[in-house]
């Protein structure tokens, strides 16, 4: 669904692959919430594998460790530009570009700013759909684009500039934005993977690591930490996870990031709920 990718300077960034992008076409096509607004994609699927594959590419456009687009916004921007100008799909081209966007900020990090204006995004999608070029991009946000900053730069990456400009704008981190809950279930897994065991007491939680091991069974329970959870035992905040990962060490050093906390399929389940109408807008045009 997603692969890594290290810049000239050392970041990483996470991209799309051509199969994630199908994917999120094919929860285009069948998303429930999407079927009370919008008329079936039809017909579905992908009309050109050339043409996709040459949007999602430009994410890699460079050579050797060097990227033409070396930052999470200038990715996201040439890959929504990508995907909206080539037309790879029979429909949706631009409702999967957008839903290509969520995911990848989401995956690097960042989500859309919860007092966002969704007619903002509508604007910059319609504009690329369009062929507006970058000073036209900058007129409707009310901006003025100086052409003396930007002697040496053709007008392809003058315009993934501005994109990103704006995608950068409307966008702000996971953990600042994000206030919710995950369940237990989830939890128990993501924790196991780093040697952590839970057990439910009543509103409490109690973790701890095993160890001892006899005849093939782990005994001994150290570390052990208690940890209160709202009277739905089947979820915990993320204010208590922010707990966890601190006693427990479970950073980006010990390769557990906040993104590890964070259920991809259940975030993007939201923003379709949240971002409908807009979805339903870029249906129509």
Do not use: C
Not at 27 to 44: A, G
Not at 130 to 139: A, L, M, P, V
Not at 145 to 161: P, T
Not at 202 to 227: P, Q
């Amino acid at each position: 669904m997603v692969e890594k990718i290290v810049t000239q300077n050392g970041n990483t960034i996470t991209i799309l692959t051509t199969r994630a992008v199908i994917e999120l076409h094919e929860i285009l096509s069948e998303h429930s919430e999407l079927d009370q607004i919008q008329e079936k994609i039809y017909p579905r699927g992908v009309k050109d594998e050339i043409m996709l594959q040459s949007a999602v590419a430009r994410q890699k456009v460079g050579f050797s460790k060097w990227l033409k687009y070396e930052t999470i916004f200038k990715s996201s921007a040439t890959l929504v530009f990508g995907l909206v100008k080539n037309h790879a799909f029979h429909n949706g081209n631009k409702r999967v570009s957008f839903l290509s966007l969520l995911y990848h900020l989401f995956h690097n990090d960042f989500v859309l700013k919860g007092d966002l204006d969704p007619n903002k995004l509508y604007k910059l999608f319609i504009a690329i759909a369009e062929n507006k070029n970058s000073y036209e991009i900058h007129s409707i946000f009310g901006e003025i684009l100086k052409k003396k900053d930007f002697r040496n730069v053709d007008e392809e990456d003058l315009l993934i500039y501005t994109i990103a400009k704006f995608i950068k704008s409307f966008s702000i981190q996971k953990n600042s934005q994000i206030k919710r809950f995950i369940s237990l279930k989830d939890l128990k897994e993501i924790l196991k993977l780093s040697g952590l065991e839970i057990e439910v007491k009543g509103n409490s939680i109690e973790i701890y690591k095993l160890s001892s091991v006899f005849l093939g069974f782990s005994t001994k329970k150290k570390n052990r930490k208690t940890y209160t959870i709202s009277s739905n035992k089947n979820e915990v905040s993320y204010k208590v996870i922010n707990s966890i990962r601190r006693d427990y060490g479970l950073t980006k050093v010990q390769g557990v990031d906040y993104t590890s906390f964070l259920n991809a399929k259940d975030f993007l389940d939201d923003e379709i709920k949240n971002y409908k109408t807009l979805i339903y807008r870029l249906a129509k045009v």
